[in-house]
């Protein structure tokens, strides 16, 4: 099986964790995650793990709880909607919410400007949704709040449809 999809994704799951020479080792191997290690042997690997689906779709190995490694009861194939969903806090998220951010709209007139919080999220077709909240008219930290909660309700709207959005999602 060393030319399938399975075992590709099987050796850099494994370089992340124990190369240090690796692109992303520093936030795996580097961060102190660990890799199976009766895994190091790709057989017991996929007897345990099984063989990804064969839907059309595109998957990798995915960790279920990102704070722990590739480990028994911690990994699944997955899509890369569904990992996109399974991901934790981005370094440069700077309002301190996953998918809420400020946003300052130039009018045409290139001089005036409106500022917005802005909840962003996406839908199950994968198509990225937006919800304004206009800072002049609710003021900054109340704009803010309702961007967080509206996206809040519809994150739990799609995972009420199967979207598969995780618990840690953004944390």
Known sequence: MSKTREHRSWCHARERINNPQALDYENYGGAGLKFEPAWNDFSVFISEVG???KDGAR?????IDNAYGYVRGNVRWATDTLQARNKTFQVNNTSGVCGVRFEDKVHP???NSTLYALAVWNGLDCKQRKKHFKVSTYGLLPAFAMACAYREKMIK????????YSDKHGK
Do not use: C, F, S, W
């Open 59 to 63: 998957y990798t190995i995915d960790r």
């Open 157 to 164: 709207e799609l995972n009420e449809q199967g979207a598969g």
């Open 51 to 53: 063989r990804m689906p």
């Open 109 to 111: 007139n290139g001089v």
